[in-house]
Nanobody, 117 residues
Framework: QLQASGGGLVQAGGSLRLSCAAS????????MGWFRQAPGKEREFVAA????????YYANSVKGRFTISRDNAKNTVYLQMNSLKPEDTAVYYC????????????WGQGTQVTVSS
């Protein structure tokens, strides 16, 4: 089970940090990721991190502004979002996959991020 938190309302240029806490003893074996879905749009990939944090992947739209990290001791993955833009407004979902680039095995519930201009 994945529990996302940390969303909210922020002005453009501001920052937010999302957290996703996982239950279970196999968290460290999963690639973790963040996706987002804006109103009227399809869900899109945002960022991912491999099992030990050694490799990270980002959508071009967030590269240089967002940072994904994980703490396997706390079964938690984070998404630090800086220099937020109104177009970052979406519901953000955390996800767990067995392999990088593979299908998502588990989805968390979404957390709303709203960036005002």
């Amino acid at each position: 089970q994945l529990q996302a938190s940390g969303g909210g309302l922020v002005q453009a240029g501001g920052s937010l940090r999302l957290s996703c806490a996982a239950s279970g003893r196999t968290f460290s074996t999963y690639t973790m990721g963040w996706f987002r879905q804006a109103p009227g749009k399809e869900r899109e990939f945002v960022a991912a991190i491999n099992w030990n944090g050694g490799r990270t992947y980002y959508a071009n739209s967030v590269k240089g502004r967002f940072t994904i990290s994980r703490d396997n001791a706390k079964n938690t993955v984070y998404l630090q979002m800086n220099s937020l833009k109104p177009e970052d407004t979406a519901v953000y979902y955390c996800a767990a996959s067995t392999v990088v680039g593979g299908p998502v095995d588990y989805w968390g519930q979404g957390t709303q991020v709203t960036v005002s201009s």
